[in-house]
């Protein structure tokens, strides 16, 4: 290639560079990333086409059931506050719009994810150590064959029984 053709196409390439990020802006192809901090979390989420990617929301905190549910739910308020913020405060820059459609589109459509984590409740906990022993003493009179065991399994299955039954 020689020296004009070179220039040439660094000239074309320095005109059409900007058009192209411009249309590439409009348009929403390039996948963004944005992390928001609201009341105190840090809401992750990709978007795309000018649409946020329901799967990529608070993506970052999967991991962790609880922390995940938290995310989620203060993301679906974020869009909604988003949302009407923006419809309440108009203005005429086309990106403004494309924002506008995107949260609403998520605060009408986005569905978070509801956990709860509890502890077992105190019955809960001695129901399963019942039903646990009487499961052991099952195993254990199988394998021995013995009397013995056979008896203090059949005591421990009924006790399990009983309990089951009472709660």
């Not at 900007?18 to 192809?29: C, H, K, R």
């Not at 039903?131 to 195993?139: G, M, P, Y």
Request: hydrophobic share 35%.
């Amino acid at each position: 290639m020689d020296v004009p053709s070179v220039v040439f196409s660094v000239f074309m390439q320095a005109l059409v560079s900007p058009f192209q990020a411009e249309v590439s802006d409009i348009i929403g192809t390039e996948i963004g990333v944005k992390v928001v901090e609201y009341r105190g979390t840090a809401i992750d989420f990709q978007y795309q086409l000018w649409q946020i990617k329901p799967p990529s929301v608070c993506a970052a905190k999967r991991n962790n059931i609880q922390d995940f549910s938290d995310c989620t739910i203060a993301a679906k308020e974020l869009f909604r506050e988003t949302c009407s913020y923006l419809a309440n405060n108009k203005k005429s820059h086309w990106q403004y719009k494309k924002l506008k459609n995107m949260y609403c589109r998520a605060a009408s459509s986005y569905s978070p994810t509801y956990a709860s984590i509890s502890r077992p409740s105190q019955e809960d906990m001695i129901i399963r150590d019942a039903k646990q022993k009487c499961s052991l003493l099952t195993l254990q009179a199988g394998e021995t064959g013995s009397v013995k065991d056979e008896v203090a399994r059949k005591e421990a299955c009924q006790k399990y029984k009983k309990m089951k039954g009472a709660f």
